[in-house]
């Protein structure tokens, strides 16, 4: 057999390795794995939620309810955040909602959720709070940046840490192994080069970086860690168009519910470790799996100045100079 003939053939088995490593686990998860009853699977009595009022974490508050659940809300503190809470217990009666008002994206949070969680200890430990701020880089104020960089990124930092060292001091005290799991709504936006919303896909590739090393750190003591990456969602997310981007909007137009996001959670806890959700999650994968990128960075960069919301955003620009 020629040399080419060997070329050829080692490339297509690491491609056919390539993609059965990355589809068998999706099929699993997608298709095999059933929901979880997570009381059972980690003993857990309370659960803590992070952007709760709305959305996923709506969601996923309604389904730690269904399952006897005791949930710690945290969201801004604002009359939806109110509401929903008054709703929850209404709903769900034999289970336990504290509500914790904060903005993740300034200081002082954490002395909130540690002193409004400090006789309890949620095992749950969900950091599904993030937005998307749209503009140039260079033409957004730099508090607001470092704000949405707060939220998205360093938040799930503090808060993990402060739970997972509960949970481990818990373990020690009563000699037996407490169980817990730390979960992350991260996105696809990480795996890619985001022009005009830089800071959300940077966040979100830490924030998947992050889970995915934690995770190898945490499995020995009992805590799983599982990273989700939705694709586009029916949520309030979308509010943080304010440059009015068409690709937001398509993406807005293909949008699920947020209970096929929450469910995510459920079916994968404990059994993997990333778990991509939807078109536009697989569809990023497979790219990755044939166009190196390093090629998908220049190319972006090359061609995004002729898009239509780079084009209207320069526009707004010269209209304040």
């Given at each position: 057999m020629?040399?080419?003939?060997?070329i050829?053939?080692?490339?297509?088995?690491?491609?056919?390795?390539?993609?059965?490593?990355?589809?068998?686990?999706?099929?699993?998860?997608?298709?095999?794995?059933?929901?979880?009853?997570?009381?059972?699977?980690?003993?857990?009595?309370?659960?803590?939620?992070?952007?709760s009022?709305?959305?996923i974490?709506?969601?996923?508050?309604?389904?730690?309810?269904?399952?006897?659940?005791?949930?710690?809300?945290?969201?801004?503190?604002?009359?939806?955040?109110?509401?929903?809470?008054?709703?929850?217990?209404?709903?769900?009666?034999?289970?336990?909602?504290?509500?914790?008002?904060?903005?993740?994206?300034?200081?002082?949070?954490?002395?909130?959720?540690?002193?409004?969680?400090?006789?309890?200890?949620?095992?749950?430990?969900?950091?599904?709070?993030?937005?998307?701020?749209?503009?140039?880089?260079?033409?957004?104020?730099?508090?607001?940046?470092?704000?949405?960089?707060?939220?998205?990124?360093?938040?799930?930092?503090?808060?993990?840490?402060?739970?997972?060292?509960?949970?481990?001091?818990?373990?020690?005290?009563?000699?037996?192994?407490?169980?817990?799991?730390?979960?992350?709504?991260?996105s696809?936006?990480g795996?890619?080069?985001?022009?005009?919303?830089?800071?959300?896909?940077?966040?979100?590739?830490?924030?998947?970086?992050?889970?995915?090393?934690?995770?190898?750190?945490?499995?020995?003591?009992?805590?799983?860690?599982?990273?989700?990456?939705?694709?586009?969602?029916?949520?309030?997310?979308?509010?943080?168009?304010?440059?009015?981007?068409?690709?937001?909007?398509?993406?807005?137009?293909?949008?699920?519910s947020?209970?096929?996001?929450?469910?995510?959670?459920?079916?994968?806890?404990?059994?993997?470790?990333?778990?991509?959700?939807?078109?536009?999650?697989?569809?990023?994968?497979?790219?990755?799996?044939?166009?190196?990128?390093?090629?998908?960075?220049?190319?972006?960069?090359?061609?995004?100045?002729?898009?239509?919301?780079?084009?209207?955003?320069?526009?707004?620009r010269?209209?304040?100079?």
């Open positions: 020629s040399i080419l003939c060997w050829t053939t080692g490339l297509i088995v690491s491609a056919l390795v390539s993609l059965l490593s990355y589809i068998v686990p999706f099929v699993l998860d997608a298709y095999y794995f059933k929901e979880q009853d997570l009381k059972a699977k980690y003993g857990a009595e309370w659960a803590l939620v992070t952007g009022s709305s959305g974490g709506r969601a996923l508050t309604s389904r730690l309810a269904r399952q006897g659940i005791n949930v710690v809300m945290v969201a801004i503190d604002d009359k939806l955040l109110t509401d929903v809470h008054a709703q929850m217990q209404k709903d769900y009666p034999s289970v336990q909602f504290r509500k914790i008002g904060v903005n993740l994206g300034k200081a002082g949070y954490m002395d909130a959720i540690v002193a409004g969680t400090r006789d309890i200890l949620p095992t749950l430990v969900f950091n599904n709070a993030g937005y998307v701020s749209t503009g140039l880089f260079s033409d957004s104020q730099l508090d607001s940046l470092l704000a949405n960089y707060e939220c998205n990124a360093t938040a799930p930092i503090h808060i993990s840490h402060h739970f997972v060292a509960r949970i481990l001091a818990e373990s020690k005290r009563s000699v037996v192994q407490r169980r817990g799991a730390v979960f992350f709504t991260s696809p936006a795996v890619m080069p985001c022009p005009t919303t830089v800071m959300y896909g940077a966040t979100k590739a830490f924030l998947t970086e992050f889970a995915t090393s934690l995770s190898a750190e945490l499995f020995a003591d009992g805590i799983d860690t599982l990273v989700v990456h939705p694709s586009p969602v029916d949520t309030g997310f979308y509010s943080g168009n304010k440059h009015d981007m068409s690709a937001m909007k398509l993406f807005q137009r293909t949008a699920t947020p209970d096929t996001i929450a469910a995510c959670f459920f079916k994968s806890a404990g059994r993997s470790v990333v778990c991509d959700q939807g078109y536009f999650s697989i569809a990023l994968r497979m790219l990755l799996k044939f166009v190196d990128y390093n090629l998908i960075a220049l190319l972006i960069t090359r061609t995004s100045t002729m898009s239509g919301d780079y084009v209207k955003l320069v526009g707004q010269k209209k304040k100079e």
